[in-house]
């Protein structure tokens, strides 16, 4: 085993993580409501030793499409909502992890301390919650906002909203439940301390009505690779999920990851970067070949145009074969992955047609076809040239694209000594990971940039 194991995640999306894998005569068209599959998936998941299961989420069908006509092309409308999930999946399971998106735009922090610590308890220390600030102009208008409130006002909320959540997890200490039947008191009153936050998003005096989660706190990911989204992640942080296309651009954000966390007083080692991969495995080169192309040729453009709307504009009666036209200016929502997208348009001379097969194809991520051995050559050139400290697994589709994860690629990256054999730890999603409970806040030391987190 490598004195640094890859950590792995299963990045389940929707009906697949191909925008068109459900169109494949051998997927399961409708996975995303298969409760018995999704049993079946963390079943092998936790059989493989994979570190968790990842769910991105949103309140909304989120789309630029033009028309319901339009819209009728997409797969990705009728999904369930993850922390449901996860509760019926924790029972189930003993060591997978499980980590959803949950969004600081369109919640309330009282709300989300009390259901992610109810999941750790329920799990026994194994959930993580992503924090997203969310992107779409649907998610607005279904909370009864006109708008998308600003990107820097989003992340700003995110900020103040995790402090919350976190003081609310630090309601009681550890030790705080004494349940003396004797004497009668049920808690310590010396061990419990409300929050009492005023702030400028929020007021929330407290105390949670819970006891402190499992893990301390559960684990916390984020998403944003803008200017504010990493320096949010590399503040409050164990994971930092990316889009990387490439492994040149994949490491350096690797290393603006860890600089930025060493420079704020954090151990760099204690934040993670994951970035997304889909893999599509063969049993030789050519077939794997033939498969990416087939899913590519099966995403129509009524589906894929909508995928450029917001950084190319309406492409509606151009030539698909043709040049892309100039990027529209950086708008409110995805602003890094606009300008990945411009860049990779603009470096690689992209047409209207492979652009938006490719962002159909993974949604920005690394896609990577071959044999298993292939892909995990490519997964230890990055993992082993610093790029990455692990990836999340994205299967292309349902069923059959996870079993080949399963089956073919993960017990290949265990051969090379990659990808662990058994669980760490004492039975959390920290434990596994490698990451230690963060200690009650009253219990930390006050030097400057201590990494609550550790």
């Not at 208008?141 to 103040?160: D, I, S, T």
């Not at 145009?305 to 995805?334: I, M, Q, R, T």
């Not at 058994?422 to 990451?435: E, F, I, K, P, V």
Request: net charge neutral; with cysteine; glycine share 8%.
């Amino acid at each position: 085993m490598a004195a640094r194991p890859m950590k792995l995640g299963l990045n389940i999306v929707a009906n697949g993580a191909h925008a068109a894998g459900w169109r494949l005569p051998e997927a399961k068209a409708d996975a995303a409501l298969d409760f018995e599959l999704w049993t079946m998936l963390a079943t092998r998941a936790e059989t493989a030793c994979l570190h968790f299961m990842f769910w991105a989420d949103g309140a909304a069908i989120r789309h630029n499409a033009p028309s319901q006509e339009a819209l009728a092309y997409l797969a990705r409308i009728d999904v369930w909502e993850p922390l449901t999930v996860i509760g019926a999946l924790a029972a189930l399971t003993k060591r997978l992890g499980f980590i959803a998106s949950v969004s600081t735009t369109f919640n309330e922090p009282y709300h989300v301390a009390r259901k992610l610590a109810s999941l750790d308890h329920i799990s026994k220390g194994r959930v993580g919650w992503n924090v997203v600030t969310s992107w779409s102009e649907q998610e607005a208008r279904n909370f009864g906002r006109a708008a998308l409130m600003p990107h820097a006002q989003r992340y700003a909320r995110a900020e103040e909203f995790v402090d919350v959540v976190t003081a609310l997890w630090d309601s009681f200490e550890d030790d705080a439940f004494i349940r003396d039947k004797a004497s009668g008191r049920y808690f310590d009153a010396d061990k419990l301390h409300p929050p009492g936050h005023a702030g400028r998003h929020f007021a929330v005096e407290g105390p949670l009505n819970i006891a402190r989660p499992v893990q301390g706190y559960p684990i916390i990911a984020q998403a944003g690779s803008s200017g504010p989204g990493q320096a949010l992640g590399t503040r409050i942080a164990d994971i930092i999920y990316t889009a990387q296309k490439d492994k040149a651009a994949a490491a350096a954000f690797y290393r603006a990851i860890k600089a930025q966390a060493a420079s704020i007083g954090r151990d760099p080692a204690r934040v993670l970067v994951m970035p997304g991969i889909l893999p599509i495995i063969g049993a030789t080169r050519r077939q794997a070949a033939d498969r990416f192309e087939a899913l590519q040729e099966l995403v129509p453009p009524a589906l894929g145009l909508p995928l450029l709307k917001a950084s190319f504009g309406d492409l509606a009666g151009l030539d698909l074969d043709g040049p892309l036209p100039p990027p529209l200016p950086e708008s409110n929502a995805l602003k890094s992955e606009h300008a990945a997208l411009v860049r990779l348009a603009a470096a690689e001379g992209m047409t209207i047609r492979k652009l938006y097969q490719i962002l159909a194809g993974a949604s920005g991520h690394y896609i990577v076809h071959g044999t298993a051995s292939d892909v995990a050559d490519r997964m230890q050139d990055w993992f082993e040239g610093e790029a990455c400290d692990g990836f999340n697994l994205m299967p292309a589709w349902l069923p059959g694209a996870a079993f080949d994860l399963f089956d073919q690629l993960v017990p290949e990256l265990q051969r090379r000594g990659l990808a662990q054999t058994a669980y760490a730890g004492d039975g959390t999603l920290r434990g596994s990971l490698g990451l230690p409970r963060p200690p009650h806040r009253r219990h930390r030391s006050s030097a400057p940039g201590e990494d609550r987190n550790a």
